[in-house]
């Protein structure tokens, strides 16, 4: 069956323009996660989706990040204002339940801020 | 909230032997223990977990065993092979979501 997706694969922009990316997850799994991933490091966790709404956005660095999953399956992370510290790949993970079921990752948007 | 220590950070083997790779993790409360390979360019891809209900499981050549007294855990890959070498990462459940170690590099020789 299909797996996470995620668009664009790899996406450059300036220094404050705003982006979206989009993550369409596994078909019938309710919980979405995103998370963020420097070079050398391990995925950070940024927000966690259950259905609709963001059961966990403690991991959101500051007020130009958000996401919003309106209907219950794709999700999009929204940058306002870029830096070039925002750099990083984003990852986007699906998982049937809770934060206890088995996450499935997508293979990443890679964002290069010049 | 929940810090996951992972060591060594590069490990290199030759065909044939076998990779061990540790874990520490702070939160007594967490109680799933996944393991991810990450190749370069792509996501990671679940590999083993391990919950805990119990110390080890095993699936071929990898195996994970946990102590949870002592809140740590480990992988184990027997005969490893170049397609073996990848970022392998150890991750455990912290308040809401998953906490990741900073990965280990696996470099298998042939």
């Known amino acids: 069956g299909a797996g996470v997706s995620q668009t664009p694969s790899n996406k450059v922009t300036e220094k404050g323009k705003y982006v979206e990316l989009r993550c369409d997850p596994i078909s019938g799994h309710t919980a979405l996660y995103w998370y963020r991933q420097s070079l050398g490091q391990g995925p950070e966790f940024l927000i966690y989706?259950?259905?609709?709404?963001?059961?966990?956005d403690s991991g959101l660095p500051n007020d130009r990040f958000f996401a919003v999953r309106p209907e219950g399956s794709v999700s999009t992370l929204k940058i306002q204002r870029t830096e070039r510290g925002d750099s990083a790949v984003y990852l986007c993970?699906?998982?049937?339940?809770?934060?206890?079921?088995?996450?499935?990752f997508g293979p990443g948007t890679r964002l290069t801020v010049l | 909230g929940e810090n996951v220590e992972q060591h060594p950070s590069t490990l290199s083997v030759q065909e044939g032997d076998s990779a061990v790779i540790k874990c520490t993790y702070s939160?007594?409360?967490?109680?799933?223990f996944p393991w991810y390979k990450q190749e370069l360019g792509k996501g990671p891809q679940l590999i083993i977990d391990?919950?805990?209900?119990?110390g080890e499981k095993k699936d071929q050549r990898i195996a994970v065993t946990l102590n949870k007294t002592a809140k740590h855990f480990s992988l184990h890959i027997t005969e490893t092979q170049p397609e073996d070498s990848a970022v392998y990462f150890c991750a455990a459940t912290g308040y809401s979501t998953l906490t990741f170690g900073k990965g280990t590099m696996l470099l298998v020789s042939p």
């Open positions: 989706f259950q259905g609709t709404g963001a059961a966990d």
């Open positions: 939160d007594s409360a967490s109680n799933y």
């Open positions: 993970a699906s998982s049937s339940g809770g934060s206890f079921d088995t996450q499935y």
């Open positions: 391990i919950r805990s209900n119990v």
